[in-house]
């Protein structure tokens, strides 16, 4: 079946880095959109970065020039590296893959927390 790991979550303080990791299995991976979003505690769901299968990058206003997402097809992994991070920055961040082919197949992870404090 199909599994999203996340990994690489934790505490670090206001300016630190973290990197994330997101291995999937039961997917032919290179075919899907990958996306980070995080969850606040009472907030919505937000996107934060995208990767197309084609490596196009797109990413939320308020991580551009802080957050770098990327891929490797060849690990079925993708990547978010959190740099310079504050403390609004703390969430749990999910791992997300998408792929249209006439109908959406979309899969989620289990999430891993994020806590930028000091």
């Known amino acids: 079946q199909v599994q999203l790991v996340e990994s690489g979550g934790g505490w670090v303080q206001p300016g630190g880095s973290l990197r994330l990791s997101c291995a999937a299995s039961?997917?032919?991976?290179?075919?899907?959109?990958m996306t980070w979003y995080r969850q606040a505690p009472g907030k919505q769901r937000d996107l934060v970065a995208t990767i197309i299968s084609g490596a196009n990058t797109n990413y939320a206003d308020s991580v551009k020039g802080r957050f770098t997402i990327s891929r490797d097809n060849a690990k079925n992994t993708v990547y978010l590296q959190m740099n310079s991070l504050k403390p609004e920055d703390t969430a749990v961040y999910y791992c997300?893959?998408?792929?249209?082919?006439?109908?959406?197949?979309?899969?989620w992870g289990q999430g891993t927390q994020v806590t930028v404090s000091s």
């Open positions: 997300n893959a998408r792929f249209w082919a006439g109908i959406q197949y979309e899969y």
């Open positions: 039961g997917i032919v991976f290179s075919l899907y959109d």
